[in-house]
């Protein structure tokens, strides 16, 4: 199909995390687009090394410019009326999704499944300072760019807490609000620290023939 001439890619050759137990249609049907519109974060998901994704919360109604004031309880956030203020999660553990790398690119062009593991909700400092000494913090992210002061294993990075010169975390900055627009980056930029679902997956493959 001409239409996908640009984006066919060496399918057969791509080394996968699982089988699905799926032919690509039937991923097609089921899958769920997710996007990733940087080349960096499309080659990490391509070597295995990116297995988390972070999307902004939309809040129902009115939106609130300082992300404060809610109690979180479970997937769901609560204002202070003890009311449910967030809209539902976009994805669900179990959901097949398959890796949109720009919107112009068709559905049957996926070259990249994935399944969903797990999902939480958050701020987006808690990248760093939440679990950040657990395999999942920035490096799930696909983030391995090398820092002055450390090698980030499983992301034990000193500079995290104490300073502001850490490589690796610029870096991630950087990338979440290039994702943003402009008019929206005081709101959901990294300085806003914004309440985001943290998308945990795998990387899976069809069932060839």
Known sequence: MNINAD???KQNSDVLQGGSGMKRQELLNKAKPIFFNTEMMVEAMLDNKKTEARRVVEFQGTKNP???GYVKDG???YNGNNEICNEKLPYKIGDILYVCESIHMPKEAARIFLRVKDVKVERLHDIVTGDYKTPL???A???YKPCCNCTHVNGDCKDFISQNDCKLLSEFKN???STIKKPDIDR???KANPWVWVI???RITEEMK
């Open 141 to 143: 992210e696909g983030m």
């Open 175 to 177: 990338l979440w609000d």
């Open 7 to 9: 984006w066919k890619i």
């Open 188 to 190: 959901y930029g990294w």
């Open 200 to 202: 945990e997956f795998n």
């Open 75 to 77: 997937l769901n956030l």
């Open 66 to 68: 300082n992300w404060t």
């Open 137 to 139: 913090n920035i490096n």
